[in-house]
């Protein structure tokens, strides 16, 4: 919880998660997690037709776990109840088992499967669906690539580099974490937006590591909470 003498920052990822989520050493910086409102949007770089037709980029099976994915945020609204369940589901389709995500409920201790599985299979699951393609869609710069990471509406583009950064010199509470006193954040030289934007030189070797040390970071704080205990 944050405290009452804090400020809460909006990091907004919009994600295709089997295209980047793979392991990565940790990073101990559980403590941002106590400044961020975090927020998974779970669409990635699918397109919607007139008809109000889904067409994964990465197929059939993208759209399913997408959308189970916004059934179990749409259940569990705290990420520290829905981040664990996609934590273990991404980390099955990172290991080429995708049709055995399922099996995440019993890792977890989740007993009650129901409303997850009712949801995905009903047409609330696809509204779903179609809200996150209208958050990803209404995007100001537009995203051209996944993961998109927005810190208060800010997109920090493919500089990952400065990811924490970024949180860091955007806090504006008085109880800041420890992680951002450290030297290597609080100097780091933040380039101008408009030259991120410009800046597409080898993108895919930028991208995934800006989702490997978020999901790192983020991984450190469910460990430190013993929620990925089961994953």
Same mark, same amino acid.
């Given at each position: 919880?944050? =405290?009452?003498?804090?400020?809460? +920052?909006? +990091?907004? +990822?919009? +994600?295709s *998660?089997s295209?980047? *989520?793979?392991?990565?050493?940790?990073?101990?910086?559980?403590?941002?997690?106590?400044?961020?409102?975090?927020?998974?949007?779970?669409?990635?770089?699918?397109?919607?037709?007139?008809?109000?037709?889904?067409?994964?980029?990465?197929?059939?099976?993208?759209? &399913?776990?997408?959308?189970?994915?916004?059934?179990?945020?749409?259940?569990?609204?705290? %990420?520290?109840?829905?981040?664990?369940?996609i /934590? @273990?589901v991404e980390?099955?389709a990172?290991q080429?088992?995708?049709?055995?995500?399922?099996?995440?409920?019993?890792?977890?201790?989740l007993?009650?499967?129901?409303?997850?599985?009712? @949801?995905?299979?009903?047409?609330?699951?696809?509204?779903l669906h &179609?809200?996150?393609?209208?958050?990803?869609?209404? &995007?100001? %710069?537009?995203?051209?690539?996944?993961?998109?990471v927005?810190?208060?509406?800010?997109?920090? /583009?493919?500089?990952?580099?400065?990811f924490i950064?970024?949180?860091?010199?955007?806090?504006?509470?008085?109880?800041?974490?420890?992680s951002c006193s450290?030297?290597?954040?609080?100097?780091s030289?933040?380039?101008?937006?408009?030259?991120?934007?410009?800046? =597409?030189?080898? &993108?895919?070797?930028?991208?995934? %590591?800006t989702?490997?040390?978020?999901?790192?970071?983020?991984?450190?704080?469910?460990?430190?909470?013993?929620?990925?205990?089961?994953?």
């Amino acid at each position: 919880m944050v =405290s009452s003498n804090t400020l809460s +920052l909006s +990091l907004t +990822l919009f +994600l295709s *998660f089997s295209s980047f *989520f793979s392991p990565s050493q940790s990073h101990n910086k559980e403590d941002l997690l106590s400044i961020v409102d975090l927020k998974l949007v779970p669409w990635g770089n699918a397109k919607l037709r007139d008809n109000s037709t889904i067409v994964c980029q990465h197929g059939e099976d993208e759209c &399913l776990l997408d959308t189970v994915e916004g059934c179990a945020i749409d259940t569990w609204p705290q %990420p520290d109840k829905h981040f664990p369940f996609i /934590y @273990c589901v991404e980390d099955l389709a990172h290991q080429g088992r995708r049709k055995e995500w399922e099996s995440c409920y019993e890792k977890l201790g989740l007993l009650d499967s129901s409303t997850v599985n009712d @949801c995905y299979q009903s047409e609330h699951g696809k509204e779903l669906h &179609l809200k996150h393609a209208d958050e990803t869609n209404a &995007l100001q %710069p537009p995203h051209t690539y996944v993961p998109w990471v927005v810190v208060d509406g800010e997109p920090l /583009y493919d500089d990952y580099r400065y990811f924490i950064s970024y949180i860091c010199k955007a806090y504006k509470g008085t109880d800041a974490p420890k992680s951002c006193s450290q030297t290597s954040y609080i100097t780091s030289t933040v380039r101008e937006v408009e030259a991120k934007a410009n800046d =597409s030189f080898c &993108l895919m070797e930028k991208v995934i %590591p800006t989702w490997n040390k978020i999901r790192s970071t983020i991984g450190s704080w469910m460990n430190h909470k013993n929620l990925a205990g089961a994953i």
